[in-house]
């Protein structure tokens, strides 16, 4: 697995940089966590503008996981506005050929962040939305609190 920071975290200008690497390290965790299920190939967290705080995905990332990933970065404020409507997960199946579709979900994660989470094509959907969502209420909390959680 290979983590790629994308770019800066959500920074609170009355916090330095150097206060927020425990909630990165923390965030890290998190997105590791969910990314090492096999039925995952990336985790990706978003601010609400769109821009990328981390992402997570499997070393040896196929051109339909760059395909839906490039996707994803396309929708990604179509998918807020609905999320900010109320939804808590939105779920849509990406077809990518005519025999496959991947399964991609959007979760609110506190009032500043969206995970995503691309599964492969036979992934285990209802475990995963367990998963999913208790990761996406963990990093919800790490980023609304500005704080690492405890183990």
């Known amino acids: 697995m290979i983590s790629q ?3 800066s975290p959500v ?3 009355d916090v330095p940089p150097t206060d927020l690497s425990p909630v990165m390290a923390s965030l890290d965790k998190e997105l590791t966590y969910l990314a090492d299920f096999t039925d995952v190939q990336a985790v990706i967290l978003f601010r609400l ?3 990328v705080i981390k992402s997570q995905y499997r070393s040896k990332a196929s051109q339909n996981l760059l395909v839906v990933m490039k ?4 929708i990604i404020s ?3 506005e609905e ?3 109320g939804s808590r997960c939105i779920k849509y199946d990406k077809e990518i050929n005519r025999k496959e579709a991947i399964p991609v979900y959007f979760y609110c994660a506190g009032k500043t962040s969206i995970v995503v989470t691309i599964l492969t094509s036979v992934a285990n959907t209802g475990l995963m939305e367990i998963e999913m969502s208790r990761n996406a209420r963990r990093i919800g909390e790490i980023i609304d609190k500005k704080e690492p959680l405890g183990d």
């Open 5 to 7: 920071v994308i770019d």
């Open 71 to 74: 996707w994803v970065k396309n």
């Open 78 to 80: 179509k998918t807020m």
């Open 83 to 85: 999320l900010q409507a």
């Open 49 to 51: 503008d769109g821009k």
């Open 11 to 13: 920074i609170n200008s």
